[in-house]
């Protein structure tokens, strides 16, 4: 697993973070991926998943899913499953939204936001998948932080984590 640590010092600048990342993923249509979240309540995951969706061309504002667990949006050439689990009290939970069902779809990034909230409960194998840590480090004013964000790469090829790096 290869990681990387970027630090951000505002909601732009986390967004724009994610849209590049989606922009990167993009080039590479017909994969599935999994975007695995986590960080305390504000930290800024749903900003990030707001980026991820600019940046793979939807249209649409992405909205935190923390009451609805799951939104879906559909993209010319990726769907996106938002998901949260911040709502949910146990890992049975996951059966009541098949949740098992949307990682690994054909064209489709799935992203969870508070993906350790029940351990490793994640056996995607072979999915691509990228855990997403954030850290509040200082308030910089009354509206921005500074944030650290920690990428770790799962079942990516050297290469391929290369190149998203550059892109970052
Ligand atoms: N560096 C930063 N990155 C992301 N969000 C930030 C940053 N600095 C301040 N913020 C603010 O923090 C909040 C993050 O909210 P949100 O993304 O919904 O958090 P989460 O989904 O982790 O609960 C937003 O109100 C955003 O404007
Ligand atoms: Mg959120």
Known sequence: MKNTHIKTSSSADTFKIGRKLGESLFSKSGDSYIIALDGELGSGKTVFVSGLAA????KEPVLSPSFTIVKEYGGSRY??????LYRLSSPSDLMSFDFYEYAGREASITAIE???????????????????????????????????????????????????????
């Not at 769907?79 to 949260?84: E, F, K, P, S």
């Not at 351990?119 to 921005?144: A, H, M, Q, R, Y």
């Not at 990516?156 to 998203?164: G, N, Y």
Request: aromatic residues 16%; proline residues 3%.
């Open 55 to 58: 940046g793979i061309g939807i």
């Open 114 to 168: 508070w993906a350790n909230k029940f351990g490793e409960t994640f056996f995607f194998p072979k999915v691509p998948t990228i855990f997403v840590n954030f850290k509040n480090i200082e308030e910089l004013s009354e509206t921005d932080y500074l944030r650290s964000i920690d990428l770790k790469f799962e079942n990516f090829s050297d290469a391929r984590i290369e190149k998203l790096l550059e892109e970052l």
């Open 79 to 84: 769907n996106l499953y938002h998901i949260d």
